[in-house]
Structures are given as structure tokens and as C-alpha cells.
């Protein structure tokens, strides 16, 4: 797949194409000098083209894309966008005529050159902060969301260029070249060394403005930001002090073709797609039937996995169990509820992946709708049949199981995920997730089998550097029907873990309807009712200690399918 003595040249060669910018010149630059003087080491760098530095005044940098607003508390900042071509030719999977090519965007508080003050230097608080993409990428991203609170932001394409925003799927098609060959120089980038030039850039660039060397660094990321923030704890493990990852989209290589799985079963069980109408019906039956386990009535199922609703108890009973009515299920739809809902298993009765939470939305926007969810159909497209034309539909449930070993052959050594995070640990990082568990893109069991996969001796000894947050009710990386998700709250407990010493046990999570907060345990520790008091009141609740995870059985997989636990495989020659 990768060979060995490519890959070598390839990060010889990436490890001369770094350029040292100076951290000093003469005079540190205002923003417009870093686009336009040499002396600081972006223009006029045969590496970098379409360079850009400009200073947004407060509220300057209007951001026209949804879902976010106009930036009108938007504070001033400088923004440098550039793209970066270190490798060309045959190196790491290019080929002749093709050349890397990564979008870069750093966002830096006005420094005391463009008058920013309050900070360590001008309005930087001597800090940065990366933050991570969505999807196949295909785009930078907003960066003042760090910037306003002083930090360093940068964000990254990931090395392919897509018309569709960054915060929507994307397009996986850039992994085939013309003539259906895979391009592995742009998934490396995608998978790899796009978000590891960014921040190499971002640390730069600060040295650059500011006259000094960041005294923090940390990553902040969901979906696909969380599994970037994970592959450089393994793989990079002294770039970061801190790193949030939410919902992580890591096992690409497994979990990618699962998502089309419900697809697959509705196509093959029925030949159509079940009614919104029934898909409701059947998730609030599911949530009744769970929703006591914990001992509260109050529309959240507190651990899905413990939740065995079998859809065959929602199945009509009248006119022959074929009925139309919206409040039940056919025989046939009950049989493709429950394979959705207990993920894709093969004729053996292997576990191959998870499936979707019991209680989780299946209509709308997700991987039971109308239509697959296009980073899975783009997965089997362009990643594993390699043909632009490949119809989904001609995927049947025993040819699945195919596909999906053929993936992880393909690709779990270029955007797998391995499980060693000593060194990480061993250079004093630490590190936080959390997962929705009613999340409906990325499963949730995913995250609970990689943290249990990195747990070499005792949740405790784990828990010294990386913590696990499970949100009852969540979808992906956020809504639904739970006290909130909010991924600032929890990279303040990370700095205040990094930077204080103190490591949060717990995280309260509050909602506005019903008006409710509640405590978010560490995992596997769970959230306990005191028996008084208000339940819509976190006060009224104590996080029970666990040694074990009861339910550790429910993240079996079958032997065929099973993540290696592989040593680590970062490059020392290109690390900080």
C-alpha cells in the first residue's frame, strides 16, 4: 500500500522543503509587511503562491457563508491566506506534473505594530489555537473564533481545493486521478500533512508577527477536526499541549462504509427508503422503551448501548402486517430498523462496524434519509471501486462485507487510526473527546471501542491525560434533544487541565427547552440522581466512579474487522 521506501524519501524531501521564516527581523511586521516584505518569509517563497495578508479592523471580516453570521463583534485581526507547494513530481505519490497544493489560513490578533494591546504581545495572549475541519474538507475555514479570544487560529483546505464550503461534506473525487488510479499524494495530504503544515505554519507565522515563540499550543476540532486533532496526538506528538477533538471521525477506513450500511439494508430489504413519518415513530418507541433504564423519565436515553428495543415490536398488526399507517411498521421495515439500528454484520456474525443508537433521529438530514450520505457514496465511488460511474445501488449486503475489507486494505495505513498515544503522553499532553449519543452521521460505539483501544492497564492511569465525555441525546457535535454540547466550555476545562493542573471529572451541559442542566460524566464514570430535588437541576446529581465499563461487550467486533493496535508511525524527521 505504502511503501516504505517511498515514504521515506518522501518525508526527506518534505523535511528540506521547510523553510525556517525568520522569528526576528530588524523590526517586527505590521500585517501588510507580512504579505508584501521578503524579510519575513512569505513573499517572494518559491513555495508559496496567491498570498495574502490583510488587517480586518473590529467587525471587519464579514463572513457570508452559512450557517455563520455577519462577524459584527468580530475583533481586529490580521489574516494570512497562501497556499503551500513543498513536494511535485513522483515524491509521496505525486505524480509527474502534479505538485501539492494546501490552502493555509492563520488568523493573528493585531499585534502592538497594527495596535493591539491587553495581551502578551499587542492582543495575543502569547497562545494558538489550530482548528479543524468538517468532512472531505475542500476549503479553509473561519479563524476568528480563536483570534477573538486572543489566540493564533489557522485553518486548512487539507491540500484539494472543493467549490462546496468547508462545513459541508464535500467531495471525495479528488482521491482518483483521470485515469482511476488512486492519488495518493492527495489523501496523505487530506489524511496527514495538511493539518501537520498548518499548524507548523501557524507557530511560524507568530514567531514571525510577534517577535516570540507561542507558549501554548493546542487543536480544537469536531467530525473530521476530531479525528485531525487524534492522528496528530499519534502521529505529531509534540505539537500540542492541548487538543479538543470532538466526534471523531477516526478508523476512516471502517466506519466511512458503514455509514452507507442503512442504504444498503432499506435497498436490499425493500427496494425503497422508509417513510420519515415511520422512522419518527419508531425512534420515539425506542426512546419510551429505554428512556426509565437510568431510573428518570425525561426523554433521554442515558447510555443507548444498554437499549435492546427490538423494532419488531412496533410491527403492525392490522391488514396483514403490510399496513400504511405512519405509527407502525411492516415486517420488512422492522427487519431493516433493527440492522440499521445494530450496524452492519456479516454471514459468519461478525461485527464488522456499529450502527446507529437506538433513539437517534433516523429522518432528515443523516444516513437513513431519502438520500445516502454523499461522503459514503463518494467512499465507495472514488476510494474503494475507483470509478467515477460505480452505482451504489449494485451494492448488496453480502458484497458489503467485500467492500468494506477492501477499504481497510486500501487505506488503514495512510488514515486509519492506531491506538498508541504513549508518546503524546510521555511529552505531558493531554487531551479530551466527547461524542453525542444520538449522534447520526458518526457512531458513537466508535469512540468508546478507540478509548478502550488506548487503555493499556486502568481507566485511571488513562484519565491522567485523556478523557471521554458522552452527551445523552446529542447529535453530531451538537443539537438534539440533550443538554448542550458546547465545545468552548470544554476546551476551557482543557486549558485550565493543561495550564492549572486541574482535570475535569465532569462538564454541565445545559439545554433552554426544557430549562435543564446536568452533569456530563467522564466516561465510564456515569451521572447518578441524588433522589431530591429538581432532576432538570445538575446540583441534584453526582457522577458515580466506575472502575469498569459494565457494558464493554457491546463494542465487540469480529476478528476480521478488528483495528490492529500498530506502533507508532510518525515521521520523527518532519516533527517539531
Known amino acids: 500500500m505504502?511503501?516504505?521506501?517511498?515514504?521515506?524519501l518522501y518525508s526527506a524531501l518534505l523535511l528540506t522543503a521547510i523553510v525556517t521564516i525568520p522569528t526576528q527581523a530588524s523590526a517586527l511586521p505590521n500585517c501588510a509587511q507580512l504579505g508584501t516584505n521578503p524579510a519575513y518569509g512569505l513573499a517572494g517563497n518559491n513555495q508559496i503562491s496567491s498570498l495574502t495578508a490583510t488587517f480586518y479592523p473590529a467587525g471587519g471580516d464579514v463572513v457570508l457563508n452559512p450557517p455563520f453570521p455577519p462577524a459584527s463583534n468580530q475583533k481586529?485581526?490580521?489574516r494570512v491566506d497562501f497556499f503551500l507547494s513543498t513536494i511535485c513530481g513522483p515524491a509521496g505519490g505525486y505524480r509527474v506534473g502534479q505538485c501539492q497544493k494546501i490552502g493555509i489560513r492563520v488568523g493573528l490578533p493585531a499585534s502592538s505594530a497594527d495596535g493591539g494591546a491587553g495581551g502578551l504581545q499587542g492582543a495575543w495572549n502569547g497562545k494558538n489555537r489550530d482548528l479543524g475541519g468538517g468532512g472531505y474538507v475542500g476549503s479553509v475555514g473561519p479563524v476568528f473564533s480563536s483570534s477573538d479570544l486572543g489566540y493564533v487560529g489557522s485553518s486548512t483546505d487539507t491540500g484539494h481545493q472543493s467549490t462546496i464550503?468547508?462545513?459541508?461534506?464535500?467531495n471525495g473525487a479528488f482521491a482518483l486521478n483521470p485515469d482511476g488510479s488512486l492519488n495518493w499524494g492527495l489523501i496523505r495530504d487530506f489524511a496527514r500533512n495538511g493539518i501537520h503544515q498548518q499548524h507548523l505554519w501557524a507557530v511560524k507565522i507568530a514567531q514571525t508577527y510577534y517577535g516570540q515563540t507561542p507558549r501554548r499550543k493546542y487543536w480544537m476540532g469536531c467530525s473530521t477536526g476530531g479525528r485531525q486533532g487524534h492522528y496528530q496526538a499519534q502521529n505529531f506528538p509534540n505539537d500540542f499541549d492541548g487538543i479538543l477533538g470532538g466526534a471523531p471521525a477516526f478508523n476512516w477506513d471502517r466506519f466511512i462504509p458503514a455509514e452507507l450500511w442503512p442504504q444498503v439494508v432499506m435497498n436490499n430489504e425493500l427496494h425503497a427508503t422508509i417513510a420519515p413519518t415511520k422512522l419518527d415513530a419508531v425512534t420515539k418507541a425506542a426512546i419510551a422503551a429505554c428512556d426509565p433504564q437510568d431510573g428518570i423519565t425525561d426523554g433521554l436515553i442515558q447510555d443507548p448501548r444498554k437499549c435492546t428495543y427490538n423494532a419488531e415490536n412496533f410491527i403492525c398488526t392490522g391488514l396483514g402486517g403490510h399496513s400504511t399507517d405512519p405509527n407502525c411498521l411492516t415486517p420488512f421495515e422492522a427487519k431493516a430498523v433493527n440492522k440499521i439500528w445494530n450496524g452492519p454484520e456479516d454471514s459468519y456474525g461478525n461485527q464488522a462496524w456499529y450502527g446507529l443508537e437506538r433513539g437517534t433521529p433516523l429522518s432528515g438530514f443523516g444516513l437513513v434519509g431519502p438520500t445516502p450520505f454523499p461522503?459514503?457514496?463518494?467512499?465507495?465511488?472514488?476510494?474503494?471501486?475507483?470509478?467515477?460511474?460505480?452505482?451504489?445501488?449494485t451494492v448488496t449486503e453480502s458484497s458489503f462485507f467485500t467492500d468494506f475489507l477492501t477499504s481497510i486494505h486500501k487505506f488503514e495505513e495512510v488514515i486509519g487510526s492506531d491506538d498508541s498515544l504513549n508518546e503524546f503522553r510521555e511529552a505531558g499532553g493531554k487531551m479530551i473527546t466527547y461524542h453525542g449519543l444520538a449522534d447520526t452521521l458518526i457512531f458513537p460505539r466508535g469512540t468508546y471501542h478507540y478509548y478502550n483501544s488506548v487503555v493499556h492497564g486502568s481507566y485511571k492511569e488513562t484519565q491522567e491525560f485523556y478523557r471521554f465525555f458522552p452527551y445523552p441525546g446529542n447529535g453530531h457535535c451538537g443539537g438534539g434533544t440533550g443538554p448542550q454540547i458546547d465545545p468552548e466550555a470544554l476546551f476551557s476545562k482543557l486549558v485550565n487541565w493543561v495550564e492549572n493542573g486541574v482535570p475535569p471529572d465532569y462538564v454541565v451541559a445545559s439545554q433552554s427547552s426544557p430549562n435543564r442542566t446536568r452533569k456530563i460524566c467522564m466516561y465510564p464514570n456515569i451521572e447518578v440522581y441524588n433522589g431530591s430535588g429538581s432532576t432538570d437541576d445538575a446540583a441534584n446529581f453526582h457522577c458515580q466512579v466506575q472502575n469498569k465499563d459494565p457494558l464493554i461487550d457491546t463494542l465487540t467486533l469480529g476478528k476480521p474487522y478488528e483495528p490492529d493496535i500498530k506502533p507508532h508511525r510518525h515521521d520523527h524527521d518532519d516533527d517539531r
Open 2 to 8: 505504502r511503501d516504505t521506501v517511498k515514504a521515506s
Open 76 to 78: 481586529a485581526y490580521c
Open 165 to 170: 464550503p468547508f462545513f459541508l461534506p464535500g
Open 375 to 393: 461522503i459514503a457514496t463518494d467512499h465507495f465511488q472514488f476510494w474503494i471501486h475507483q470509478n467515477p460511474a460505480f452505482d451504489w445501488h
